[in-house]
């Protein structure tokens, strides 16, 4: 029970660079226990992606990759991670918050009678247990959480929370891994990934959004903000209010019911700052905003602030970070 | 058909959150209650998914929750909805994801069940966990945030997008099936006047842990709260003065580049 299994997520072909952050979470728990962190990879591939985490002191990596898993089912990797845990009995199972984590995780979790904490943004450990911060009310307020007894903890970490790991010493083994996966026990099947026009990043991957409010007149005018979202490899974020008249699509929309978001550079264009468009990007590392009212309450969240047209300010902001860069 | 969809009651989206001064949990005083943002598009969805089928389907709701659960539940009643399931007891109030999804299978075994709906999310814990331990519960498959819902001429299977990152994933599923919505799936209705009226005649059947036989599903404590807390303060926000815009645009980006090191 004092191992810890981390999981990597492939997507596209690809193994989502949150893999790093949940080694840093594996360390602190690991620093606790005594134990050691393994890791699995599920889906195409898994086997030469594994050679992405070498180097960071993970002691086994267990790459399973047939056809009954080449596609994604909740059920198909249910089974896949339920075996593992079941077989090596681990404490701890770390999962990004992502789409995937988030579906597969509580369905393991319930499977092996374990407990799961969801969107984790920290980790401590103490007086032999790990104690997991997430917030709450949309990140209105945090609560710290431990289990209860010893079952096996799963916990979902959101990106961009933790560092990720540096190296570290140690040779890891790799080792291939049925997946156990019969055809009759997936039941639901993704079928198909149809990517999203525009080739931006998704507002919960970003480092840099800049979110359009209010103030934006039409669809047409957010692409003043797709320029320098464009000239920082960013993703173009809107309020509530701007997805509701229509002018933008619901997948990008920050706040409680649309998305949480946690970039290093957060500029807010336009956007008052209700109390519910706030709770989806308060965790950003930095925050700007630009308001013409300066009474704005998104002010208040700001770490630095324009009183001013964005219609103004934005271009010129575009046109001199363009010399900079 | 039947149709289940599960509610639940939470504080609204524009409350001011405060710890309470025991330290234990919110303050509700003055704190508006509605329904589960999400769980109204789940409403929606079914009561659509009743049209297309027709028949004898039914649309449930089942909501656990305190005392006061029942306004959401007659709201829902108003918008379409046939009957409300309320389980109701003070043995549930700290009720983990767990405890909840082996009192809900109960419930929804009992009146039978086809395919259920539900919100992404509660708005208040965001756990997001309810949905998966009672698909594994009742043993059917799950499917998490949808954007797109069509079912088979057969009625057998769904044919549902989910959202991802930066994509929207096709998912086939068999029934029986339980499906998580958000926001963009459709325009959830609002209740007529004459439902609101009818809604006053529906069933709401309360139930209690000992109706379920489910007397010692509280007592499975896996996990607790030790700490409620706050929002750290946000530092003072730097208010850029220039002559004109474009000067303030230039040091706006002389400091991120050199304070806040983010360019």
């Known amino acids: 029970m004092n191992d810890i299994l ?178 009759d026990m997936i039941r639901a099947l993704a079928t198909e990934i149809i990517p999203m026009a525009g080739g931006r990043p998704d507002i919960t991957e970003a480092e840099v959004i800049i979110a359009g409010g209010r103030a934006m007149k039409d669809s047409e005018s957010f692409e003043i903000l797709g320029e320098l979202a464009d000239l920082l490899g960013g993703a173009v974020g809107a309020s509530r209010a701007v997805v509701d008249a229509g002018y933008v699509p619901q997948s990008i929309q920050v706040g409680q019911t649309g998305k949480i978001v946690n970039p290093k550079l957060y500029i807010a264009c336009g956007i008052s700052g209700a109390i519910q468009h706030l709770a989806g990007m308060r965790t950003s590392k930095v925050i700007v905003a630009i308001n013409k009212d300066s009474n704005a309450p998104i002010f208040e969240r700001a770490h630095y602030g324009i009183v001013g047209d964005l219609f103004e300010v934005v271009p010129a902001l575009t046109e001199e970070i363009r010399k900079l860069l | 058909m039947k149709i289940i969809v599960l509610l639940k009651r939470v504080p609204d989206t524009e409350a001011k959150i405060l710890i309470n001064s025991k330290g234990s949990g919110i303050n509700e005083e003055g704190v508006k209650f509605i329904i589960n943002t999400y769980d109204e598009y789940a409403i929606e969805e079914g009561l659509k998914l009743k049209e297309t089928v027709g028949g004898d389907s039914t649309v449930t709701v089942v909501c656990m929750g305190v005392e006061e659960s029942t306004e959401i539940i007659r709201t829902a009643l108003a918008m379409g909805v046939d009957k409300g399931i309320h389980i109701c007891d003070a043995a549930l109030e700290k009720a983990t994801p767990a405890v909840i999804a082996t009192v809900l299978a109960k419930a929804i075994e009992d009146n039978g069940f086809d395919i259920i709906f539900c919100g992404k999310q509660g708005i208040d814990y965001d756990m997001a966990q309810t949905q998966a331990f009672l698909a594994e519960k009742l043993d059917i498959p799950q499917v998490n945030v949808i954007a797109e819902f069509k079912i088979s001429e057969d009625n057998k299977k769904v044919f549902l997008l989910r959202r991802i990152e930066g994509a929207d994933e096709k998912v086939e599923a068999d029934l029986p099936v339980i499906i998580s919505c958000a926001k963009g799936l459709n325009e959830p209705r609002y209740a007529s006047l004459p439902g609101i009226m009818k809604a006053k005649k529906k069933e709401i059947k309360k139930l209690t842990l000992a109706d379920l036989d489910s007397s010692g599903a509280s007592e499975e404590k896996k996990s607790t709260i030790i700490n409620w807390l706050p929002l750290p303060k946000s530092g003072e926000c730097k208010i850029i003065e220039g002559e004109e815009p474009g000067e303030k645009a230039v040091e706006l980006a002389r400091l991120l580049r050199e304070e806040a090191k983010v360019l």
Not at chain 1, 94 to 120: H, I, K, N, Q
């Open chain 1, 6 to 183: 981390i999981f990597g997520e492939i997507r596209n072909g690809e193994l989502k660079r949150v893999i790093k952050e949940l080694v840093t979470a594996g360390r602190i728990v690991t620093e606790g226990t005594g134990g050691s962190i393994d890791a699995v990879l599920i889906g195409k591939g898994a086997s030469d992606l594994s050679k992405n985490i070498a180097g960071l002191g993970i002691r086994k990596t267990f790459c399973v990759d047939d056809n009954l898993v080449e596609k994604y089912s909740t059920e198909g990797y249910a089974k896949v991670l339920s075996d593992l845990i079941t077989d090596s009995g681990y404490g701890y199972i770390f999962f990004g918050a992502t789409a995937m984590g988030r579906d597969l995780s509580p369905r393991v979790a319930a499977r092996v009678d374990g407990v799961m904490f969801s969107d984790c943004v920290d980790l401590r450990f103490q007086d032999g247990r790990c104690i997991a911060k997430r917030p709450v009310y949309s990140g209105k307020l945090f609560v710290e959480i431990a289990p209860v007894g010893k079952i096996p903890v799963f916990i979902t970490l959101r990106p961009n929370n933790l560092p990720p790991a540096d190296s570290a010493a140690g040779e890891t083994e790799t080792e291939m891994r049925p997946s156990g996966v019969m055809e």
